[in-house]
């Protein structure tokens, strides 16, 4: 084997053929899929047997479902309705008003957590970011501070 000049080249070509043997492929011959007759013959083609599993698994869905609704039982009655808690019989209707406050608590709650996940990355690549990456967290954690802040002020946080 040479290293160098039409040795090289000859290697090249020879790794070329071979690098897919039981496929039967070559790299120098693969191309992008094409217009075929004015459709996208291969492409087209391709995405056949995905086709045919979606068309069975939605069939088979539809089946089950419907399956389940006919042969199942469904023999309805005022017991049978009630809302079960644990063993105990309910003293309040199942369905009430709730405050916003757990609505907003739940908002509050998700939006600071989404935030908190960009702290992760951040740990990670910290030594690669060096200082530009410690005055962004900075400049980051002040924003949620001042938010945290103007959020507490405001009395989201409170329950009374």
Request: hydrophobic content about 55%.
């Amino acid at each position: 084997m040479r290293s160098a000049g039409r040795g090289g080249a000859l290697l090249s070509a020879a790794l070329r053929r071979t690098a897919f043997p039981k496929t039967n492929l070559e790299l120098s011959r693969l191309k992008a899929p094409q217009f075929v007759g004015g459709r996208f013959g291969t492409l087209l083609e391709s995405y056949v047997p995905l086709l045919i599993f979606v068309l069975i698994v939605l069939g088979l869905i539809g089946a089950l479902v419907t399956l389940s609704f006919v042969l199942g039982p469904s023999k309805p009655f005022r017991k049978k309705l009630a809302p079960y808690e644990s063993g105990i019989i309910p003293d309040t209707p199942a369905q009430r008003r709730l405050s916003v406050r757990f609505y907003l608590t739940a908002m509050l709650f998700i939006i600071f957590d989404v935030e908190a996940v960009f702290f992760y990355p951040w740990a990670v690549l910290l030594r690669q970011l060096k200082w530009f990456g410690l005055i962004e967290m900075l400049v980051f954690m002040g924003i949620l501070l001042i938010a945290l802040a103007h959020i507490w002020r405001k009395g989201g946080l409170d329950w009374d």
